[in-house]
Structure formats: C-alpha cells, structure tokens
C-alpha cells in the first residue's frame, strides 16, 4: 500500500536524522572511546618472571665468606637466578593518575628462605595514566630496599623521571627517558630495531647504566666495606676499603601500538672495586631475560588491547559511517519523491472529450422540462 505525502516525510525526516547521528558517532566514538583505552587501567596487576638467559654467565658472592676467619671472598658460578615482580595499583588513584606498586625479587634458587634472597625492593610511583610518565609533584614516589623491627619495608622518597613500568600508545622508534631503580636516576632507552617475537612486531629498545657507585645511591652498609687485602684477594698487609658498583644493559620488546613490555632483559653487573673502571670482586653477575609464559602473558594483554582499539577506532566508526550515509541518501531520496503530485491525479485527457479529475465538481442538469 502506498504512503501518503505526509507519511513519506516523516520517515525521510526519520532516516535522515538517524543517517546524520550514525555519523556523528562514527567520528566521535574514536576521540573518546581510544582516548579511554588508552589510559593503564586501575585494575592493573601485572606478574613477571625472569631467568637465566640459556648459556649466559651467572655468578653470585658467596657473603658467608666476607665474614669467614680464613679464606677470600668466594663467588659462586652458574647460579640459577630468578627475577619476580608483581605489579599493582595503590591508592592514591583517579581518573587521571594512578600509584603503582612494584614489588621485586632476585633469587638464588640453589639455596633455601632467606639464604637465596639476593636483592628484594618495593617501587611506588605515581604517574599520568594517558602518558605512563611520573607526575610532576614532588616527591612523586619511593623505594624501600630494607625493614624494621616489625619486617615492615622502609621507603625512602624518591622522585622518578622518564617511563618505568609502561610506554606511550602508539610506541615511536625514538629514545625515551627511561628510570632505573637501582641507580634512581634515568637514562635515554634507545630504538634499536623493529623485529618480531612469537609472530608479534615488536621495537626492540636498549639501556645501557654506566659505572655507579652504590655507596652514593644508598648508604647500605654492604655498599662501602672496609676488609683485610687477603680477603679482598690483592696485594697488600693491612685493610682495604672497596665499593659496590653497578652496571646493567637492559632491553625491551615493546608492542607499539599499545606499549605492552613483551618481553625485557637484564644484563646486570655488581661488583667491589676501590675505582669503577677496574672491577676487582663480583657480587653478582647474571642475564635474566622474561621466562616464555611471562612472554604469552604479556603478548595476549597486548592482544585484548589491540582488538579493543581496532573495533572502537577503525571496525565500528566505519560501520557506522557506512551505515549513516546509506540511511541519509535514502531519507533524501524518499524526502524529494514524497514532494512530487502523486501519479493518477488531477485532469487527465480521454477518448470523447475531456475527463475531471476525481475531485471536480459534479455538473447537475435538470430534466423536468425534457
């Protein structure tokens, strides 16, 4: 059945305005939906294990043979070590930023509790949840490496420059200043290649932390030691005094779309030396490198957030948009044909003469004279 005139306006009024909204949304839904995704969410917790690279060297100091009557220092060989860090989100959190907690352990596993422990810190940082970058107040964060009385961690302020624990949405093959906890200072993490891990493309980055003096970073008593020469194993009769040092290479395999770490990698180095240049005893010496189910982890989180930006930046505004402009013709069309005289009406020739319309007046002829 045909609609009339008024019914076919109101329709293409119909279609046109939802034409018209369907494309609206189409270019808002990336602005605002994307801008959301891409802030680190505040249900974050994140576990990563690392160990011995296959093949790499690995040494450890034997501390029991500091303290030991006789004997020098001994450095044990092929220690299998095991780097765990477990990532949450603290208060305080809001919309814009968000505290994150970075607890951290590095093992000895051929040996039991306490005596395996090698280094243990708890890392908190505030940072801006768009960019993954501290906040601008001082201080921003803290980092405690020992306890109390009541095995409760020490923090100590300290404020954290450059990204730490996330990179930017959209990762560039550029340097980024990147926070070193153990020095606490920051350094550039360059771009070195972009390659491919499990089928993924990743931008491979890599730190390199010169020579620090860890005496000067914390005044631990086990960073400055004061020991006889025979225990140091040099020259000389009466005590030498050395200091920790450190240096570390460390590389990252960032997804770059969404700045997922999949996969990192620590060349560390701690050592005694009375100069920086000329090590003298390990303390440890290892290249720990992401285990590969912390490697899958990190590549199906990347994954998630990939298919989230790819429906609500690309999938769905396209969609949208298709649909509003097919819904806007038509409204048009249906718009432009509902203003035209419907066919069959109005005066019309016929055989014999003409013919009115349907609603013509009707001529009367009287007959009462006929």
Partial sequence: MALSAGTRRTVACLLVGLGAFMIVLALMIPAYTVGKLAKTPLDLEITTIAKNAPGSESQVLDSKSLTSPEGSAKVDSNVPLVSQRFVTVEEPSNATEMTIQAGQTLRRIDKQGDTGLLTATVDRVTI????????????????????????????????????????????EKKSYPYFDLNARKTFDINFVEETEINSMKVYHFQQSIPATNMWDVVKAPTNKLELPAAKWGVAGDGPVTMT???????????????GTVIKGGEQIHLYYARTGDKPEVTALKGNIVFDEPTIESQITVAKENIDKLSLFGRIMPIVLGVLGAILLIVGVLIGIRGGSAPAGRGNRLAPGGPVRGDDSPTQVIDTRNL
Wanted: net charge negative.
């Fill in 128 to 171: 801006d949840r768009k960019t993954g970058e501290p906040v601008a107040k001082e201080p921003n964060g803290s980092i405690a490496v020992t306890v109390d009385k009541e095995m409760k961690s020490v923090a100590e302020p300290v404020q954290h420059v450059g990204l730490q624990y996330r990179f930017p949405l959209g990762t």
């Fill in 244 to 258: 920790r040092f450190y240096t570390n290479t460390r590389d990252l395999w960032v997804e770059p779309e969404t």
